[in-house]
């Protein structure tokens, strides 16, 4: 089994994806995934409290205690976003599909930043930029 994780930045996104390789000779199933983007360095994101967090399907978003600087993050294909109050951090844990012998399946992920009152029409923005597909567009230009 090969394992491959990779991170770029992208103007104000981080773009990220996971690979997994089943090099096996047995179908691997129901692997998930625990990303924590741990906010305890974060100042004015630090705070150990779900109120600060939203969900918002695949994307949760924590904000500032003015409630106008946000960090947004979301993987696809999600198994859950979810934050973890006694530990000030974001969640959005995707879930690999099942992976045949010889195959190869692919997660996406997506770190941003935002600064605005409206986080529920950034996150619309960002489900409407496509940024789903950013990986297909490098391969093969590295």
């Not at 981080?14 to 741990?38: A, K, T, Y």
């Not at 190869?104 to 992920?109: H, N, P």
Request: hydrophobic share 35%; glycine share 8%.
């Amino acid at each position: 089994i090969r394992f491959l994780s990779e991170a770029r930045v992208t103007g104000e996104q981080v773009m990220m994806r996971m690979e997994l390789h089943n090099g096996s000779e047995e179908p691997l199933s129901d692997l998930r995934v625990q990303n924590c983007i741990m906010l305890k360095a974060a100042k004015g994101f630090n705070q150990q409290i779900a109120e600060n967090k939203i969900v918002r399907g695949s994307y949760i978003a924590c904000h500032d205690p003015g409630r106008r600087r946000w960090i947004i993050t979301s993987w696809q294909p999600i198994h859950r976003a979810w934050g973890n109050p006694p530990c000030p951090c974001l969640h959005a844990d995707p879930k690999f599909e099942d992976t045949a012998p010889g195959e190869t399946s692919q997660l996406v992920g997506l770190l941003t930043f935002y600064e605005g009152a409206d986080v529920d029409t950034e996150v619309l923005r960002l489900r409407e930029q496509g940024w789903e597909t950013y990986w297909m567009t490098v391969k093969g230009q590295d």
